[in-house]
């Protein structure tokens, strides 16, 4: 069976599985909704483009013609109206978002643990969720106002901006790529990265940006508590849009990532003999560089600080399905996506909602201590 | 292609087509590492249809100047070509199907399975999201059978022992099915039966038409099977041609700075080179550098058999002029001396030694330094009923001016006792010329 064949048949089943943790989770809270429930409210809420409307806008003193998509839902099952508002208009964003940091994260520590050569990276190793940290805190301990009201002319005054929240990611997503960038930039020499000594600059670069990180929360004051939350990790007050944004950064990162997993495959038995092969190996490793950080950045600058998710999650998998990157690539995506959703259920179904964060790394640390006893780590 | 089955997959070379290219060539090749020259001035070629061994001494450059064939470094001036074209001028992609490279070890962390490393030999075959077509399986198929390691092709490379994962580095090369080959110490942990198999293997293959070029330490492995030797030392090229040409003792005392006895091996019929320390024998050479050579003296041998031989070898290694005599036809120590290009006086066996002979030896034994009497030649009385040989050599060491006598004991002696036999007899207070 070839391994495109096998990596088909992994993620068919992975993804059965998210689907399946999704319906759970959803019909998971305060409010018990039978999952039957769950999947036609969910089906309800689909929209299919129906045809083609034209309308036309006034915009001051013009009038432009303008085209949308109509858009019909094709499905009209009898569901309670506030069981429909709960699963689509309050679980489903946070469940959605879930999945896809989980299947950024795991997807980033696959590719960096094959990057590094080594079973114990993660997505974080080339500084990307310190640089995120800073980034986020740095927006908390000193909000600016991300928003103005400019005059144009014919349009008269608009108001463009983005809320708080959506500052924190931005400063988050922009810290993450500075960060890695910076720990990129440390490493290279005459055009050619070698990986030890980008582990060594990622390392210095975590630890500088932890001290900005504690100095940061010692100015802090009143928002203290807001950075303490941020830095657990987070999903509690996912909208739409924060899913929208990340589901279109996402899959595309990914792709990139798929369409080297062969070269990642030939890269683990070190760069001369990639070579040898017929790899370019400095350019693949900038694209796999640049694409992990995308995509790590992406998962962090909304979610905060996960752990473990990238670590455990490769490591699991590669146990499973074997370190062949076509299939553990896909195969690790998909179970991070449904471990995040799982962890994350647990962490809001207690009478107290816990940061996810909390609850990652009080499942997986133990998890990766049963692999440490047992031996499987050593022959991964 | 040549007639006839070829062992792995025919290469898949773009421009195989014209003869007169060599799939190597490297010239006026420099590699710094920094302010440090590493390789300077190197040429080579390997044609093909033609193994060539690269010897030398540690550090001598050998595996840098097959990082730079492999592209992985960038020389600092001179060119290398594959087929004919500049390789800065290929991708990495082209290279790979130009050269395949056996490195000595793997780095493979996860546990992939052997099938799986071997199938990465055909990576530079493919299209990114190619499948492995009939060909690639074939090719695979082939390349582990030719290694032998398709009866353990199901197991992790990382629960393999060192043998059998550098015949999966071998297969792996061989699935790229490349017109040249590079082999970076192949044999180096292998165990003598598939050190044999591994390198027939390789003649197979270039006798097949395909090149390879062969960083080897062990000289007798490398006199056996390539067919051309280029001896690098200090990073430049000291020799190059066919083994019995570049492996001769003066060769190699220049490039390894060892003494060393070139014979014949009577097993393969080829060079077969014992190397030894040449710090050796220290109390006589009190102080003096590893490699000097104590001014060379003329050294007579009288003795038989196997301790005679090794008294011959040795030296000879040491850079004294040789003469053996008398000694029986066909005796061992008439084949060592023949090796060392030493005159040897001999005899028809159990006859009684004709004058000239004896004369002849008693020539040699009075022009030398100094005669050394290994075993019981030199206690023994001449008896007449022992035959010719014993008494015609008592009076070859009576005519010289100086006999050292050693392996008097069970034919038993060290090398210091007889280079020190040697020196000591001709000290600082007699004539020197």
């Known amino acids: 069976m070839s391994a495109w064949t096998r990596s088909t048949k992994w993620s068919a089943a992975l993804a059965a599985t998210l689907g399946l943790t999704v319906v759970v989770s959803a019909a998971i809270g305060p409010v018990r909704i039978p999952p039957a429930e769950v999947v036609k409210a969910?089906?309800?809420?689909?929209?299919?483009?129906?045809?083609?409307?034209?309308?036309?806008?006034?915009?001051?003193?013009?009038?432009?013609?303008?085209?949308?998509?109509?858009?019909?839902?094709?499905?009209?099952?009898?569901?309670?109206?506030?069981?429909?508002?709960?699963?689509?208009?309050?679980?489903?964003?946070?469940?959605?978002?879930?999945?896809?940091?989980?299947?950024?994260?795991?997807?980033?520590?696959?590719?960096?643990?094959?990057?590094?050569?080594?079973?114990?990276?993660?997505?974080?190793?080339?500084?990307?969720?310190?640089?995120?940290?800073?980034?986020?805190?740095?927006?908390?301990?000193?909000?600016?106002?991300?928003?103005?009201?400019?005059?144009?002319?014919?349009?008269?005054?608009?108001?463009?901006?983005?809320?708080?929240?959506?500052?924190?990611?931005?400063f988050a997503f922009v810290g993450s790529l500075a960060a890695a960038f910076g720990v990129y930039a440390i490493a290279t020499r005459h055009g050619r990265t070698p990986v030890a000594t980008l582990l060594l600059a990622g390392v210095a670069v975590q630890t500088f940006l932890g001290a900005v990180i504690s100095y940061l929360q010692l100015q802090a004051g009143e928002s203290l508590r807001r950075i303490v939350a941020w830095l657990m990790g987070h999903l509690s007050g996912a909208a739409w849009s924060d899913v929208a944004v990340t589901a279109v950064v996402v899959p595309p990162l990914f792709g990139v990532l798929l369409v080297y997993a062969r070269d990642l495959n030939v890269m683990l038995l070190g760069e001369e003999e990639a070579q040898g092969l017929g790899i370019a190996v400095e350019r693949t490793k900038r694209i796999l560089l640049a694409a992990s950080a995308l995509i790590t950045a992406a998962g962090v600058a909304f979610a905060g600080i996960i752990g473990f998710v990238g670590l455990i999650v490769p490591h699991m998998l590669r146990l499973v399905v074997g370190p062949d990157h076509r299939v553990l690539l896909p195969s690790a995506a998909l179970a991070g996506g449904s471990f995040l959703v799982a962890a994350d259920t647990l962490a809001r179904a207690g009478s107290t909602e816990l940061p996810v964060g909390v609850v990652t790394a009080a499942v997986g640390a133990p998890f990766f201590v049963y692999l440490l006893v047992t031996r499987e780590v050593d022959e991964l | 292609m040549t007639a006839g089955s070829p062992v792995v997959g025919s290469p898949e070379s773009p421009d195989a087509d014209d003869p007169e290219t060599p799939p190597i060539e490297v010239r006026d090749l420099v590699v710094s590492f920094g302010d440090v020259p590493v390789v300077s001035g190197v040429d080579l070629r390997v044609e093909r249809g033609s193994l060539v061994g690269l010897v030398g001494p540690n550090g001598a450059g050998k595996t840098t100047v097959l990082r730079a064939i492999k592209g992985t470094l960038s020389p600092d001036a001179g060119a290398v070509r594959l087929d004919g074209d500049d390789a800065d001028s290929l991708s990495a992609r082209e290279a790979g199907r130009r050269v395949a490279s056996v490195p000595q070890e793997t780095s493979l962390a996860f546990d992939f399975r052997v099938r799986q490393v071997v199938e990465m030999g055909r990576t530079p075959h493919l299209g990114r999201f190619d499948g492995h077509g009939p060909d690639d399986e074939r090719a695979v198929r082939e390349a582990m059978d030719a290694a032998g390691v398709a009866r353990f092709a199901d197991r992790a490379i990382t629960e393999v022992s060192g043998g059998e994962r550098q015949r999966v580095l071998l297969a792996r090369a061989l699935a790229q099915a490349t017109p040249s080959l590079l082999l970076d110490e192949p044999t180096a942990s292998l165990d003598v039966n598939h050190a044999v198999r591994t390198l027939e293997l390789v003649r197979d293959l270039v006798d097949d038409g395909r090149a390879a070029l062969a960083a080897i330490h062990d000289l007798d492995v490398a006199a056996r099977y390539c067919d051309e030797i280029v001896v690098l030392a200090d990073g430049g090229v000291?020799?190059?041609?066919?083994?019995?040409?570049?492996?001769?003792?003066d060769a190699l005392r220049d490039a390894f700075d060892a003494e060393a006895f070139v014979g014949e091996s009577p097993a393969t019929g080829t060079p077969t080179v014992t190397a030894f320390d040449a710090t050796d024998g220290g109390e006589a050479n009190n102080g003096a550098e590893p490699d000097d050579e104590t001014d060379p003296r003329r050294v007579?041998?009288?003795?038989?058999?196997?301790?005679?031989?090794?008294?011959?070898?040795?030296?000879?290694?040491?850079?004294?002029?040789?003469?053996?005599?008398?000694?029986?036809?066909?005796?061992?120590?008439?084949?060592?001396?023949?090796?060392?290009?030493?005159?040897?006086?001999?005899?028809?066996?159990?006859?009684?030694?004709?004058?000239?002979?004896?004369?002849?030896?008693?020539?040699?034994?009075?022009?030398?330094?100094?005669?050394?009497?290994?075993?019981?030649?030199?206690?023994?009385?001449?008896?007449?009923?022992?035959?010719?040989?014993?008494?015609?050599?008592?009076?070859?060491?009576?005519?010289?001016?100086?006999?050292?006598?050693?392996?008097?004991?069970?034919?038993?002696?060290?090398?210091?006792?007889?280079?020190?036999?040697?020196?000591?007899?001709?000290?600082?207070?007699?004539?020197?010329?």
């Open chain 2, 238 to 249: 000291r020799a190059a041609g066919p083994p019995a040409e570049v492996l001769t003792a």
């Open chain 1, 42 to 170: 969910v089906l309800n809420a689909l929209v299919v483009p129906a045809g083609i409307e034209t309308t036309s806008q006034g915009v001051g003193p013009l009038t432009l013609p303008g085209v949308d998509l109509a858009y019909r839902s094709p499905f009209a099952f009898p569901v309670d109206r506030v069981h429909q508002q709960i699963v689509v208009g309050v679980r489903l964003p946070r469940i959605l978002m879930a999945a896809l940091v989980g299947f950024a994260l795991a997807a980033a520590g696959t590719v960096m643990q094959g990057f590094f050569r080594n079973p114990m990276a993660d997505p974080s190793i080339i500084g990307v969720s310190s640089g995120a940290a800073v980034g986020a805190v740095a927006f908390i301990v000193f909000p600016v106002a991300l928003s103005a009201t400019l005059t144009l002319p014919l349009v008269g005054a608009v108001d463009v901006g983005i809320s708080y929240g959506a500052g924190v990611s931005l």
């Open chain 2, 300 to 433: 007579h041998v009288v003795g038989r058999g196997r301790p005679a031989g090794r008294a011959v070898a040795r030296v000879a290694a040491a850079g004294h002029a040789v003469s053996v005599g008398v000694v029986p036809e066909g005796d061992a120590v008439a084949g060592v001396a023949a090796d060392a290009d030493a005159t040897a006086v001999t005899a028809p066996p159990f006859a009684a030694v004709p004058d000239e002979r004896r004369a002849e030896a008693v020539a040699l034994a009075r022009e030398a330094d100094v005669t050394v009497a290994v075993g019981e030649v030199g206690r023994v009385e001449p008896r007449t009923a022992t035959g010719g040989e014993t008494e015609a050599n008592a009076a070859v060491l009576a005519a010289s001016d100086r006999v050292a006598r050693i392996g008097g004991d069970g034919d038993r002696f060290g090398d210091d006792e007889l280079l020190d036999a040697v020196r000591e007899t001709d000290g600082p207070d007699t004539s020197d010329r």
